[in-house]
């Protein structure tokens, strides 16, 4: 079983509506991350937070607002999206930033099924 | 530019045949090498991870190989079983620290199916 937990598995929604993604992980790790995956495509990043700032901000819309609540928590807040933003959202975390440069694990949550309609 | 390839795209095979996925990567500086199992609408779950210096890494019926010359890697799977069907992604590390994609590079992956 994953130990990086998201909320929800599946949310449809308007392109009017304001929701939110919520990911969780106890494992101490200080970097997090969000990732956008279309169907039969690797995933894409999108926000890094590393000891809970924004490290990476790769050129997404503001239409998608991350937040760093604290070291275990990682929001992700959508307002006013496009049907063409329906894909699995996917939390993932690692120990830190520098660990992916050595053997640091990245462990992946389930993912959030998002459909805008 | 940082590319990961991945061949082939999509692959059936039969329950209980081995097979042999391939990953061929253009990364500088490169760090180190992993394999990950997606199923279908899940999060990938890590397989392996290989630095330059690791020929070879198993993980149960999985095996990995690693080829820092020729910037090749394998993923062997013995044995298949019906629950192996899920696509198989190639994610390389870049030793730039401030890189983009937080230093990983994705393949596109291999989608297997495993067929009873």
């Known amino acids: 079983d994953t130990e990086v937990t998201q909320t929800p598995k599946h949310l449809v929604m308007g392109m009017t509506n304001k929701k939110s993604l919520k990911c969780e992980q106890h494992?101490?790790?200080?970097?997090m991350y969000w990732y956008k995956q279309k169907a039969k495509k690797p995933p894409e990043l999108m926000f890094v937070?590393?000891?809970?700032?924004?490290?990476i901000n790769e050129s997404v819309p503001s239409r998608f607002s991350p937040e760093c609540p604290n070291s275990s928590l990682l929001n992700l807040h959508l307002h006013a999206l496009q049907p063409e933003d329906s894909a699995l959202y996917l939390c993932?975390?690692?120990?830190?930033?520098?660990?992916?440069?050595?053997?640091?694990?990245?462990?992946f949550g389930e993912g959030s099924r998002l459909t805008v309609l | 530019k940082n590319q990961v390839e991945q061949s082939p795209q999509s692959l059936i095979i039969l329950e209980g045949k081995n097979c042999t996925l391939q990953?061929?990567?253009?990364?500088?500086?490169?760090?180190?090498l992993r394999w990950y199992k997606q199923d279908t609408g899940r999060g990938p779950v890590s397989l392996t991870i290989?630095?330059?210096?690791?020929n070879t890494k198993s993980n149960g019926r999985y095996t990995a190989t690693l080829d820092a010359d020729t910037k090749q890697s394998s993923l062997h799977i013995t044995a298949s079983q019906l629950s192996d069907s899920a696509s198989y992604i190639c994610?390389?590390?870049?030793?730039?620290?401030?890189?983009?994609?937080?230093?990983?590079?994705f393949g596109k992956g291999t989608k297997l199916s495993v067929k009873p």
């Open positions: 993932a975390s690692s120990q830190d930033r520098a660990g992916l440069s050595n053997t640091g694990e990245l462990f």
């Open positions: 494992m101490g790790h200080r970097a």
């Open positions: 937070y590393s000891y809970e700032k924004l490290s």
């Open positions: 990953c061929n990567y253009t990364v500088s500086p490169f760090s180190n």
């Open positions: 290989m630095t330059f210096s690791e």
């Open positions: 994610v390389v590390s870049a030793g730039s620290y401030g890189g983009s994609q937080g230093n990983l590079i």
